[in-house]
């Protein structure tokens, strides 16, 4: 029986994906994105209310295999289009929060990945790395994308054009990570904000993804009118009327995500 290179749980309305190909420090093939894409699919139809990506072993991922099933054998572009961008677009469209656990190296794509969560917990020993360019290729899964807006021009460049490890502090202090945990405590830091999360206000969660997303391209203008149109159905939902009589009634609000 061929071992699964992604695997799925559900704990405490968290759906828990681990990259599975620790010989490989985790990394990316075809087939495991195929995986991870039915994986997404399948916590977004689930009961889970929010995502935690993670790795097993002692890798979050090395990147594109550059060996066997992953060698990018002709047209480079058009195996990111068949295999890369399905995954990074549904990263983005769920509307789950995602928490990522960084609990080692995160090279390229796995990079990508692993970034893509709206709060990424990294271990302290963990290291990022944008290597495309030590063997001759660009940024890809929306690295350029994703460095550009996190880090400024400058630094995106630096760090596409000299391809170093970044460790977890500097990845802090650059912003492309948002905490920094002890390595033991990575994983259980990671599952408790999912958790916290999973028990937040679905609508509100989901529109502020969205919302934060499209902040990006957007001009003020626009960005206040979406904030309006937003507030307007955030406001109409019962998890508004709970919170509201959390804050005067001075308790934990319990919503219902309605």
């Excluded at 990316?28 to 995986?35: A, D």
């Excluded at 990022?128 to 929306?142: C, H, S």
Aim: glycine share 8%; with cysteine.
């Amino acid at each position: 029986m061929t071992e699964q290179s992604i695997l799925f749980s559900i704990d405490n309305r968290v759906a828990i994906i681990r990259l599975n190909r620790p010989e490989k420090l985790n990394a990316l093939t075809p087939s495991l994105l195929g995986e991870l894409l039915s994986s997404l699919d399948e916590a977004s139809s689930s009961q889970a209310h929010a995502i935690l990506l993670t790795g097993a072993g002692r890798a979050f991922s090395a990147g594109a295999d550059l060996t066997g099933e992953g060698l990018i054998d002709g047209d480079a572009g058009k195996t990111l289009e068949a295999a890369y961008h399905p995954v990074v677009r549904r990263l983005a469209e769920i509307d789950l929060p995602i928490v990522s656990a960084i609990n080692g190296p995160a090279v390229g794509a796995g990079a990508a990945i692993a970034l893509m969560a709206d709060i990424s917990v990294m271990a302290r020993s963990a290291y990022l790395q944008f290597g495309f360019v030590n063997i001759g290729l660009v940024p890809d899964a929306g690295t350029s994308w994703l460095l550009a807006r996190a880090v400024g021009r400058t630094r995106a460049l630096e760090l596409a054009l000299l391809g170093e490890p970044v460790d977890a502090e500097r990845a802090h202090a650059m912003g492309l990570v948002t905490r920094v945990a002890d390595d033991e405590q990575c994983f259980t830091q990671a599952a408790a904000l999912a958790r916290h999360l999973a028990h937040a206000p679905a609508m509100a969660v989901g529109m502020i993804r969205r919302q934060i997303a499209a902040a990006l391209d957007m001009g003020h203008e626009a960005v206040l009118a979406l904030e309006a149109e937003n507030q307007s159905k955030a406001g109409a939902t019962e998890d508004f009327q709970e919170g509201l009589a959390a804050f005067r009634e001075k308790r934990l609000a319990v919503f219902k995500r309605r």
